[in-house]
């Protein structure tokens, strides 16, 4: 990317929150290519099931996004790069055009990694040169979508990792990725025994207040009648699930929803996603091994359970003799005096689905599909994880995925009736 201007440079527009905004862009384009910059051109061609995507795809997608959102509508006189790129890094937006099928993004050997990074300085020198001259009235258009795609981006950073993650899992050799350039990305361990927080419930605001970024599924803000309840202060961790398994957690049909089950025995699925087994699964977790970003390291029995299910965590819940908190729930708890690990850890499955909130609107134009067409058949985790980029979370973000999803980093924290 070109340098940087001046604040200087940026002031005679009388908008100095474009020059913020500039260095924001810089950093977050900088960042996605960190923590791909460990990885080979081989390594960023893989897709190694339909729900992951190549990190190259992911590197362009990031750039479309700005060309086809921001660039081509607001940009006068820009040029694409490559008119095909429309088609081929379009991920789901029906209105912006057909798109190269998702499940074959790894057929995509060309165009070659060295052109997508040629793409993508082409598409920040066009950002920059935008939000540098932009008179007052395109730039009040064009900053809220360039902040919806600075956020966009950063979602497909966390998903870099995890779909390559996934796709090492998928290569004999377990070969560690952790991303260059980026602080170590551990998950915390806790030394402390669970505690049960009582919480009143009554009727509680939740949603987004209006100040600073949130996507539009975080909105309204409402209100809603909670009953009280109790919620655990930490997360459930490996040792606390390795007693669920040594316990015959994944043979014993009781504990688990029906399509649950169904999976447990389809996938033939014994333990977390990564989880190593030692020569009898019912063996204490000191004996267990888990890979990682890092490789396969011994598990850690006092980290957070991880890569796990909405099926997994409804069950142990049930197993342990309580439930998943409901997302509302869980955002009237997240300053509540002895919470811990609510964010930076693992993402939390909740008990509650992924619908949209009371009065909720979807944007309007081609970004109004980004959440509201997904709210049909998925379940909510809220927090973020060890691979959530620094300053993306917040508490009313509202994660999703389907229920038999466990690549991501996800794991869970007990709550249950205050009666109980």
Known sequence: MPALPSTATIQHLDLPGRHGLLQRFAAVRAHSLAITSGLTPEDQCVQSMPDASPTKWHLAHTSWFFEAVVLSQHAAGYRAFDQRFFHLFNSYYEALGPRHPRAQRGLLTRPAHDEVLAYRMHVDAAMQALIETASHDTWLAAQPLVELGLHHEQQHQELILTDILHAFSCNPLLPACEPAGVPALRLAATASDPKWLAMPGGIVDMGHTGDGFAFDNETPRHQTLLAPYQIADRLVTCGDYAQFIADGG????????????????????????YWIAPGDARAPASHWQ???????????????????????AAAYAEW????LPTEAEWEAAFTAPGITQM????????????????????????????????????????????ATPAGHARPTYRNFFPPAARWQFSGLRLAKDATC
């Open 290 to 312: 888990v890979f990682g970003l890092q490789g396969v390291r011994p598990l850690d029995p006092s980290a957070p359970v991880s890569q796990l299910s909405f099926y997994e």
């Open 343 to 386: 964010t930076g850890h693992v993402w939390q499955w909740t008990r509650s689905s992924y619908d949209p909130y009371p009065g909720f609107r979807p944007l309007a134009g081609a970004v109004g599909e980004y959440n509201g067409k997904f709210m049909v058949g998925q379940i909510v985790l809220r927090g973020s994880s060890v």
């Open 250 to 273: 994944y043979e014993r049909a009781s504990f688990w929803l029906s399509d649950g089950w169904a999976a447990v025995q389809a996938a033939g699925w014994k333990a977390p996603a």
């Open 320 to 323: 342990a003799g309580a439930r």
